[in-house]
């Protein structure tokens, strides 16, 4: 079945869409995964960093300890990188027949939705370390015994599992029809030929 | 918008914010006022203020030690704070910053034209004035003989001139003019600054109207109490009072018709806030009122800083700063006139 089939008549915006080639939206959604995780991470670390350098004029102390929040914004930003690294393996050459495939647009749809999420959600995520981080760290500088310890719960292993994991289930497995993953099909039948043998 | 300035505010404020809560950490606490109040002599207060952040502008005075020098370098170290803070800052932070001195020019302002009016040196006058409230052409505030032509000569030039628009009259200067000179100017003041920080928004706006309230609350007290007997009139009193805060409009037409300290108490028990504050005082006195007004205005000051991302912790930290430069100079006082017993009196711990 191609696309056309899918949509309907030709003259809808349903057929327009249906039309845009799943490269493209496997390519918007590596790159916005990428892209705006490193945003959220930015942010974050410009908020936490400015408060960071003032209050450790006053409060040299802070500044080793507080380094931590830095480093949970800097997470943030990894895991959109490793995640568009896993999505970018995850596309393969397809011949132009296959190409408005329903299970070609539902990978290239996957793709897109999988990158979006990851980068959005790191977004928020590396804001929200930010600003924590930008008030421990004043806290820390007026008193030391209010510096959170355990934030390695909430700011590193719940990124982690929302930002990867989320995605990881909204990928095709590759072992169903994946036709990126397909080989082309005159090799397959050479293939099949074989195993007869 | 309100609830988002967290995302934004670090950007020109985050690092001046950062140190300003550094300066905030160096206020002196409770231990150290106790150990100034059972210092003996100057020396011994000079020699434990050397252990706090004012240790490097007492150390190089020499002894014999007067209580105004050691107020004059406390109030230098706050200047320079200041000062350093005004540089790194950028609007509209900047001109908050400016706001928070224009009350101390307009004292300055006062300052120098009541002394002109006793014929004082000028020189001399110079020296008293408030270093946070000079500018440039204050000196030649000597030369003028009336209201327009200290407007005209002097005044046009400084971030004062909008407030004089009240209270230009042709009217020769004598001290029951200045008072109300210089109560006429603070209220503009006071209402120029609330509208600056409407127009900011969110949480500056909100935390700076509750303080800005209290600050003409207090002052329409204050007016009151000082102008009874004396031949204000009614309608001038009711035009001293600013137009906003808890007791705007209707405690101000109250106010205005008060004749003696029990008829004030009646009306500010009406409002929950001030009611707790002169429940401490007994009645008929009327000495209390200025330190119970003082430790609420504390109270405040030190909620402000609960809160992060915004500018209301600035003007918090200097009026702090000011309070424990009056706490200083009390205990100096004490000290030096030998009455100690006096010094609980009017310390107000800040922390």
Known sequence: MSGSTVAGDPSTWAHALVKISPYTFSA????????????????GIYITGSSLIGAAIKAPRITSKNLISVIFCEAVAIYGVIVAIILQTKLESVPQSLLYAPESLRAGYAIFASGIIV??????????????????????????????????????????????????????????????????PYVEEQRGNMDLL | MYGFEALTFNIHGGYLEAIVRGHRSTLLTASDYNNLCQCETLDDIKMHLSATEYGPYLQNEPSPL?????????????????????????????????YITYGHMIDNVVLIVTGTLHERDVQELLEKCHPLGMFDSIASLAVAQNMSELYRLVLVDTPLA?????????????????????????????????????????????????????????????????????????????????????????????????EDIDQVRAVMEKYPP????????SYGESQLLDKAFYEEEVKRLCLAFEQQFHYAVFFAYMRLREQEIRNLMWISECVAQNQKSRVHDSVIFIF
């Not at chain 2, 001030?274 to 005082?281: T, V």
Request: net charge negative; charged share 20%; hydrophobic share 40%.
């Open chain 1, 28 to 43: 918007i959604g590596i790159a916005v995964s990428i892209g705006v995780s490193v945003l959220g991470a930015a942010w």
């Open chain 1, 119 to 184: 980068g959005f959600a790191n977004l928020v995520c590396g804001l929200c370390v930010g600003i924590i981080g930008s008030s421990c760290a004043l806290s820390d500088a007026q008193n030391s015994s209010l510096f959170l310890k355990h934030r390695g719960l909430q700011e590193h292993d719940i990124p982690l599992l929302w930002s990867v994991g989320v995605p990881w289930t909204c990928l095709p497995p590759s072992e169903i029809s994946n036709p990126f993953l397909q080989e082309d």
């Open chain 2, 66 to 98: 007067h209580t105004t020098t050691i107020v004059e370098k406390c109030t230098l170290k706050l200047v320079d704070e200041y000062k350093h803070m005004l540089c790194q800052a950028t609007e509209p932070l900047s001109t908050f910053l400016e």
């Open chain 2, 162 to 258: 909008p407030y004089f628009s009240q209270c230009i009259t042709s009217e020769d200067l004598d001290d029951m003019n200045i008072e109300i000179m210089r109560n006429t100017l603070y209220k503009a003041y006071l209402e120029d600054f609330y509208r600056f920080c409407q127009k900011l928004g969110g949480a500056t706006a909100e935390i700076m109207s509750d303080l800005l309230s209290f600050e003409a609350d207090r002052r329409a007290v204050n007016i009151t109490i000082n102008s009874i007997g004396t031949e204000l009139t009614r309608d001038d009193r009711r035009k001293l009072y600013s137009n906003f805060g808890l007791l705007y409009p209707y405690g101000h037409e109250e106010l205005a018709v008060c």
């Open chain 2, 274 to 281: 001030y009611q707790s504050l002169f429940s401490k005082i």
